[in-house]
């Protein structure tokens, strides 16, 4: 059974940071696209950052423009985990973030993702 945990969320003032990890089980997840997407009640689910691996360790990433340059994502396939590093919070970053995986390995914005995180709640106080 694949997994996928999110961990790291919680209240943070704003202009605080956060990393949010995303522990995968079941597979190994180095070849797949792997995303970022966040969700609150009155809002759909919203990409946020994605990783595509090019070949080797080498991997392109993609941030929706609200987030660029002050979000990160980032690998560590030895613990079969990805990341999003998020500076510079603003209270607009608050909702449940998600990661997922697309097996195919799709350009993220685009990808059919095939498994998804319980999500962590980020909460972001002006």
């Known amino acids: 059974q694949v997994q996928l945990v999110e961990s790291g969320g919680g209240l943070v003032q704003a202009g605080g940071s956060l990393r949010l990890s995303c522990a995968a089980s079941g597979r190994t997840i180095s070849r797949d696209t792997m995303a970022w997407f966040r969700q609150t009640p009155g809002k759909g689910r919203e990409f946020v950052a994605g990783s595509r691996r090019l070949g080797g360790n080498v991997y392109s990433t993609d941030y929706t423009d609200s987030v660029k340059g002050r979000a990160t994502i980032s690998r560590h396939n030895a613990k079969n985990t990805v990341y999003l590093e998020m500076n510079d919070l603003k209270p607009e970053d608050t909702a449940v973030y998600y990661c997922?995986?697309?097996?195919?390995?799709?350009?993220?914005?685009?990808?059919?993702?095939?498994?998804w995180g319980q999500g962590t709640q980020v909460t972001v106080s002006s």
């Open positions: 997922a995986a697309d097996t195919a390995a799709g350009e993220p914005l685009n990808a059919e993702y095939d498994y």
